[in-house]
């Protein structure tokens, strides 16, 4: 909205979230949110929650499955009904140092910053399908979009904001 719009009129559907005027400062720029368990913190209305759930597998459409932690393998993108990677489940979540090594030996990465978490992300998003791609952007496009990540590291969800905003 500008200054110039009656607040009462209604706006255009998909629209209310973006100013009409140049001034950047007016405009509502989809944005990141970081998430917070705080006492009275609510999300902003209209904002999606990209991060995961409560677990790897279960986890959102939206979510970066892979995570600090983890091992993950690229795969044979040409005709593996597995999906473009590969993730080293451990027993209960514990390691042991011969899996470690074996895991290593086969290819497996281990990610241990954000940056690499999000470089990953962006790997995986490369093998989306252009149908994918749009409901991205369908989805997702004017929306600020919420995830538990600090503001100051790298996040999968400034990757889905290029995306979507492009």
């Excluded at 939206?62 to 993950?72: A, L, M, V």
């Excluded at 999906?83 to 470690?100: A, K, V």
Aim: aromatic fraction near 12%; hydrophobic fraction near 35%.
């Amino acid at each position: 909205m500008t200054k110039d719009t009656d607040p009462r009129e209604p706006q255009p559907i998909g629209m209310s979230h973006f100013s009409t005027s140049n001034d950047a400062e007016e405009r509502d720029i989809p944005r990141r949110i970081q998430r917070r368990r705080t006492k009275g913190w609510r999300m902003p209305v209209g904002a999606i929650y990209v991060g995961r759930r409560y677990s790897v597998i279960g986890s959102g459409k939206w979510s970066n499955p892979f995570f600090i932690g983890g091992y993950f393998k690229r795969g044979d993108l040409v005709g593996d009904y597995r999906g473009p990677f590969r993730m080293l489940y451990s027993q209960r979540g514990i390691w042991r140092p011969e899996d470690i090594e074996a895991a290593l030996c086969e290819g497996y990465t281990l990610i241990e910053t954000a940056e690499q978490a999000v470089e990953w992300y962006q790997w995986y998003v490369s093998t989306w399908s252009a149908e994918f791609i749009a409901a991205c952007k369908a989805e997702l496009e004017g929306r600020d979009l919420a995830c538990w990540c600090s503001l100051d590291q790298p996040c999968h969800a400034s990757v889905l904001l290029e995306i979507a905003n492009a």
